[in-house]
Structure formats: structure tokens, C-alpha cells
């Protein structure tokens, strides 16, 4: 495979994940705009309408990690939150089974960690790049009595 041919099919699956992205938030507007209209009213079609953006976007999310792999540990939560949007996703489209509570809980556990681990990821960037607390800041903290 020549270098043009390897730049041209990372370009389609760039162009891919972002088109998948896009549908995913066009999608979302379209359901919460389409409930706001139609408030009060049951559709037939709304779990797998509800479903189509969720599924898409953990599309997206795969689609961009096979285009441009990323490192070890981000590639480690890309996965989950694919499978958090899945699971979501495909809790909606088998609402009212046995099986839905089951999905939720899932996707509910997957955004936990995945949110958590940024959190603390961020922390510890933050905690190792903090200057320690000279004798002018310790002072300016401390209560004068």
C-alpha cells in the first residue's frame, strides 16, 4: 500500500467518524425537538429513535480510535465510553425488558469511570505540576491571632 492510498483511507475514516458525529448531534436535536412538539404524545419509533444517536456516536468514537489510534490509556477510555453509549444505546432500543436494567446499570457504571478517571487524571496532573507553598504563602494562609 503506497503512502497516498494509507493518507487517503485515514482521511475517509476521519471524514467518517466526524459525519457519524455529526448525525449523532443532529439526531439528538431532532428527538428533543420532536418530543417538545409532540409532548405528551407516545410514538411508536421513539426507542429506536432515542437509540440511533447513542449507537451512532459510540460509532463515532470507534471509527475515530481506528483512524487515529491514541495512546495506551486513552485508547482504554475510548473504549469505555464506547461501550457506555452502546450500552445506553441499546438499553433504549430493549426498554421494558429485563434486560434494559441490566444495560442501564452498565452504561450508568461506564460513564462513572470514564468521568471519574478524568477527574482524577487531571488531579494528579495538577497535584505533580503544583509548586509547594513557600514561607510567603504558608503565611498569607494562616489565621493571625
Not at 514561607?135 to 489565621?143: G, L
Request: without cysteine.
Amino acid at each position: 500500500m503506497s503512502r497516498v492510498q494509507v493518507v487517503g483511507a485515514r482521511r475517509v475514516r476521519l471524514a467518517a467518524a466526524a459525519g457519524l458525529g455529526t448525525l449523532s448531534i443532529a439526531g439528538s436535536l431532532l428527538l428533543v425537538v420532536t418530543d417538545g412538539i409532540n409532548a405528551g404524545i407516545h410514538w411508536t419509533h421513539h426507542a429506536g429513535v432515542s437509540a440511533a444517536p447513542l449507537l451512532l456516536v459510540a460509532g463515532a468514537i470507534a471509527t475515530m480510535s481506528i483512524a487515529h489510534p491514541p495512546a495506551w490509556r486513552r485508547l482504554v477510555m475510548r473504549l469505555v465510553a464506547i461501550m457506555a453509549f452502546a450500552a445506553w444505546g441499546l438499553s433504549q432500543l430493549f426498554a421494558g425488558s429485563p434486560a434494559a436494567g441490566l444495560l442501564d446499570d452498565a452504561a450508568i457504571l461506564l460513564f462513572v469511570v470514564d468521568a471519574g478517571s478524568a477527574v482524577i487524571g487531571d488531579a494528579r496532573t495538577h497535584l505533580r505540576t503544583a509548586q509547594p507553598a513557600g514561607p510567603e504563602t504558608e503565611r498569607s494562609h494562616r489565621w493571625e491571632g
